[in-house]
């Protein structure tokens, strides 16, 4: 049974370009989270995906954006990026309810240059 | 609002020597409390978790973790640490009501355990 799948793993940008990031949830899982880790730093939660509509978001600008689609994967977007936008985006899945255990992917490193 | 505070960065020790990562949080609400082991290049893994009832928790790997709620704190502790464990811990907090435990994580800023020969 795969876990949580992410791609790509490694990218390098430009500022101000676009990137688009991919995850895939566990088999079964209906709920995807994207999280942001800086280097040196916990992640911080950046939208909550659930029947394909966002049900949470953290404190971060309208520039990063996402989409869940009818299989549960999801797409995290990010415009108009910033040097401060590299990290480590990590995708976690669940299965909706209370106690479920929340699953992490490996992660996309992102580097803006 | 939630916040977490691991009150190390780093805690380097010897094999088979016992451990204790401190982590508090702050919260208006009550929480749930996880512990996530985070190797190098890899990604985040529960390493256990506290719901409800007994406030001591265990993971498989030897790791164990009491609740305290008037202390508002939940460290980390093994009595016998081996090479294997050197990685970063993080300790996140969610929201308990409505079955926050599926809902977003806040967490702390991690603590680097180094296991030294």
Do not use: M
């Not at chain 2, 749930?32 to 290049?41: D, E, H, K, T």
């Amino acid at each position: 049974d795969a876990g949580v799948t992410q791609s790509p793993t490694h990218l390098i940008k430009t500022r101000g370009q676009q990137v688009t990031l991919r995850c895939s949830p566990k088999s079964g899982h209906d709920t995807v989270s994207w999280y942001q880790q800086a280097l040196g730093q916990g992640p911080q939660f950046i939208f909550q995906y659930y029947e394909e509509e966002e049900r949470q978001r953290g404190n971060f600008p309208d520039r990063f954006s996402g989409h869940q689609f009818p299989n549960y994967s999801s797409e995290l977007n990010v415009n108009a990026l910033l040097l401060g936008d590299s990290a480590l985006y990590l995708c976690a899945s669940s299965l909706g309810g209370s106690g479920n255990t929340i699953y992490f992917g490996e992660g996309s490193w992102l580097t803006v240059v | 609002a939630q916040s977490v505070t691991q009150l190390d960065s780093q805690v380097p020790v010897f094999e088979e020597a016992p451990v204790e990562l401190r982590c508090n949080y702050s919260s208006s609400v009550s929480v749930y409390l996880f512990w996530y082991v985070q190797y190098p290049n890899q990604g985040l893994q529960l390493l256990l978790k506290y719901l409800s009832g007994s406030t001591l928790v265990e993971s498989i790997n030897g790791f164990e973790a009491e609740f305290n709620k008037s202390q508002t704190s939940f460290h980390l502790r093994k009595p016998s640490v081996h090479i294997s464990d050197t990685a970063e811990y993080f300790c996140a907090v969610s929201d308990a009501r409505g079955g926050g435990s599926n809902y977003k994580l806040t967490f702390g800023k991690g603590t680097l355990l180094t296991v030294n020969p």
